[in-house]
């Protein structure tokens, strides 16, 4: 039966029908498909504009049906200084997988942060020591609030240091979060001392300088990178990665555009080096943390399955719930 129209979801819609702990359920189910096999390789293209630039993402899913996603995502990091714009904008088109009808046209930026700071969760479910209390956070915008909510769901996290450049972003980030997760979040006032005290560490800026030294971190850490996600972007010194245990979301987009290429590129590291990608440690395919010592990072690009999933989760939920506003673009 033809489907009655296509479904206009506004980012205040994405956002009040998808919670954290429901797209870390989805996101986490992709990549347990994707470390499985099932499913047919994602794609990527990137297009460089001057003061910023765009990506496309596509991938297919077989989930209670077949769904296609594709998200065109625009990256100006000077738009909030410039523009008073997100450094982030897109949309996701969301496809039925058999026959092609657009079935949602929905904002990317609420998808975007959301399955982003679900990977970092997902991953630290897998990855980080059970008991870690003390985390780190490098980057007080939009994805690292959503990057704690997610820990907060895996870890018994008591105590957050919250580091950023812009000294009233992270206040502000400790006043709303402290208030929010009722634990302790407090400035960081040196990145250094704050991260040899973390049992955990997430870095999500727009960094083209790697900040994170390999004597920053205690054995025992784990580390979401989280903003590398073109090539110029960089927050690791590399000799973090070819020290320790590094797995990625995709080794094919990593040694592209995440932490990976930079490592790769100094001659540190070879992708044969890299301990495995994230669905294989979600599929048992490879173990995940086998010590309480070791160093584990998690070079986190953005997977386009992770879009597919997250997107059909909210168009689901939203033709239960009725919202969003139908049209027929063949009309």
């Avoid at 769904?67 to 990256?75: D, I, L, Q, R, S």
């Avoid at 970092?120 to 008991?131: E, F, I, M, Q, S």
Wanted: proline share 4%.
């Amino acid at each position: 039966m033809k489907p009655d129209g296509t479904l206009l979801l506004t980012g205040r819609d994405v956002g009040a029908l998808l919670t954290i702990e429901e797209c870390m359920a989805s996101v986490e189910h992709a990549f347990k498909l994707y470390g499985e096999g099932r499913t047919s390789p994602p794609g990527i293209l990137g297009v460089h504009a001057r003061d910023g630039g765009f990506h496309i993402k596509a991938g297919i899913l077989e989930l209670n049906r077949s769904y296609f996603a594709a998200k065109v995502n625009a990256n100006f990091p000077e738009n909030a200084k410039q523009f008073c714009l997100p450094t982030i904008q897109g949309v996701v088109v969301l496809c039925d997988g058999e026959n092609g009808y657009p079935l949602a046209l929905m904002d990317s930026i609420e998808i975007t942060i959301q399955r982003t700071g679900a990977a970092t969760g997902v991953a630290a479910k897998y990855l980080a020591r059970p008991d870690s209390k003390v985390v780190t956070i490098c980057g007080c915008g939009n994805q690292g609030r959503i990057s704690l909510r997610a820990l907060t769901k895996v870890l018994p996290i008591e105590r957050v240091w919250a580091y950023d450049l812009d000294q009233a972003q992270a206040q502000r980030f400790v006043n709303e979060l402290s208030e929010e997760l009722r634990i302790g979040v407090e400035v960081a006032a040196d990145l250094q001392t704050a991260v040899v005290r973390s049992d955990v560490c997430v870095t999500c800026t727009p960094s083209k300088q790697p900040f994170l030294k390999g004597d920053f971190v205690a054995p025992g850490t784990f580390i979401a990178a989280v903003g590398a996600d073109n090539p110029e972007k960089q927050e690791l010194e590399s000799t973090l990665l070819s020290r320790n245990k590094l797995v990625v979301d995709m080794l094919e987009q990593c040694a592209t555009i995440g932490e990976l290429h930079h490592a790769l590129d100094a001659g540190l590291i070879t992708s044969g080096d890299v301990y495995a990608e994230l669905g294989e440690v979600i599929s048992g395919v490879k173990s995940g943390r086998t010590s309480p010592d070791e160093i584990i990072i998690f070079d986190s690009t953005g997977m386009a399955l992770q879009d597919v999933v997250t997107a059909a989760a909210v168009y689901e939920k939203a033709v239960k719930e009725g919202a969003g506003t139908l049209i027929d673009f063949a009309h």
